[in-house]
């Protein structure tokens, strides 16, 4: 299995409409916050009123299996609501699990729970409120070999169904680059440590997520500065003041154009240090490199490659184009390390640094 989307919600400040630079659509901004009440005493997003967040993972849903899990903090109940959607490209709700006041999950086919079909549950008082739970699930859209089920907190709370219709409308496809998954819980709840996952083997070998991961945790972190500890081996880009490409780099939330390091000549390369992750030991399931860029003209199509440089040795990702306008993260999820296609541990992404390449 490849994870095609993570999100830990510490990166973005207390500014929420920044989650719809590159990362997550369907009004994100206009109905929530980004709060300090996340899991692991981190950010999380907060839902404020009724409406939709969904996950830019690009997954082409039909007759396709998906993996996902996502921290649940409920501080309300509510009756009929399709709180975790699979919907079609024109917007109609195929299939939904929700998470009603007797503390059960329910999986439904259809639109909602008036006209919709109940298609399996867990026993009562899986989850409570006012605390955080981990829910995880795998579901296959389709009329005929559809699949789901779920687990909270790693325990399975609705067994594997095979062989279900779990498809309202045939004309179910891809929407473009956005997720056909959204998070439309009403009323207050907060969400945070987002994973999702599609059926492909990476091929990596010994990589720990070539099955469902259980209860995990996304962490973000912020280039180090070149002044404490020397900053990456490449320092191709044009820093825009003084001479320290990370100090360039490390804000939170980002600061635009106040600080940035730029570059004219394809081949530039940047890459800079982070400080090691909060484990000692255990297991990285995936690194995503989330560079946040914009183009200064209108005319010119630039295009840059995220960066991983790895025991001396760099490696780029895929030619993302560069925005003309606005700033807005063009982002990759490396499952493995790809300098060796082998499987992250904590010392080597301790070791690593990420970057990005000025690529065209």
Known sequence: MSIVFTESFDHYGTEVARL??????????TNGSISANGRCGTSCYRNNSSGNIGPMVGLVIGDQFSWGQVAVFRESTQSGSADLQWRSAIGTIQFFFRFPSDGSVQAWRGPNVTLGTLLGSSAPAVWSLNQYFVFEWEVTISATVGTFQAWIDGAQV??????????????????????????????????????????????????PNNGRIGPAHVTAALAELDSVVGGGFHKDFTVLSAADHGAMVDDNPPDDDTTYNSSLSPGNRDSYTFPDIKIGTGDVYAVN???????????????????????GVSAVGTSQAVPDTQYEYRWEIFDGNPVGSVAWTVASVNAAEFGLEDFA
């Open 20 to 29: 719809s630079a590159g990362k997550w659509t369907d009004g994100a901004p």
């Open 158 to 207: 609705i067994a594997l169904a095979v062989g279900q219709d779990t498809q309202t409308n045939p004309a179910f496809a891809t929407k473009g680059p956005y997720s056909n998954i959204l998070f439309s819980m009403i009323n207050a709840y907060c969400i945070d440590d987002v994973i999702c996952g599609d059926g492909i083997d990476s091929g990596i070998a010994g990589k």
């Open 289 to 311: 490199v989330l560079p946040m860029v914009k183009k200064s003209d209108t005319f010119n199509t630039r295009l840059i490659k995220p960066l991983v440089r790895s025991g």
